[in-house]
């Protein structure tokens, strides 16, 4: 491997790096999207039970704030329930906003790597046949066998790059469509909580 690397010239190393930070951020966001943690079952019910006994004070808010992101969208809520729906609703929507933030963060940062690794690998290639066919030494000089062999090592940046693009665009897929469904599933959570509190359900 490392022989292989070392063939492939100084093109690669952008590429390594950009896998390396590739798998760091798969791993951390596998790791932070957890839907157990995100959305932690049976919260809504608690939060509810809580309401109508009353226990809704300062510290239960922030107890609630720092559970989860859902307990955090619940505890803004929950600090205006004494106000109307709307703005109830307003509160809800405006953490809800800050909490989808936040679980879209590195994705920008994993689908750039995902569509620029081919480009990368691309550059690579061609700084390489540049090189050989620029340079006879390099090139083999008149020797078939070696001009091929040059193309074959210039085109392991391509294959790199399309070795570290598929896994991170597949991941970058996975985890866009998992936030979507967390917001989704915290909005829904969060209307429920909405008429609960104000009576329009029971």
Not at 37 to 54: E, H, M, T, W
Not at 104 to 128: D, H, N, Q, W, Y
Not at 166 to 195: C, G, N, T, W
């Amino acid at each position: 491997m490392f022989s292989i690397i070392q063939a492939a010239g100084w093109p690669i190393w952008p590429l390594l790096l950009a896998s390396i930070i590739s798998v760091a951020l798969i791993i951390e966001r596998a790791t932070a999207l957890r839907r157990s943690k995100i959305n932690p079952s049976g919260l809504l019910q608690s939060v509810v039970a809580d309401v109508r006994q009353g226990n809704v004070s300062g510290d239960a808010l922030q107890r609630l704030q720092a559970h989860s992101p859902l307990g955090r969208v619940f505890a803004a809520g929950l600090a205006n329930m004494n106000q109307s729906r709307e703005v109830m609703k307003e509160s809800i929507e405006e953490a809800g906003r800050g909490v989808a933030h936040e679980l879209e963060r590195f994705l920008t940062t994993l689908g750039t790597i995902a569509a620029t690794s081919p480009l990368m690998g691309l550059f690579g290639t061609v700084v390489g046949m540049i090189e050989i066919f620029g340079s006879p030494t390099a090139g083999g000089g008149n020797n078939p066998q070696m001009l091929a062999h040059g193309i074959s090592i210039a085109l392991y940046n391509t294959g790199f790059g399309l070795v570290i693009a598929i896994p991170s665009m597949i991941a970058y897929r996975h985890f866009r469509a998992l936030v979507d469904s967390l917001v989704i599933d915290m909005e829904l959570q969060a209307v429920k909580l909405v008429e609960l509190v104000h009576g329009e359900r029971k």
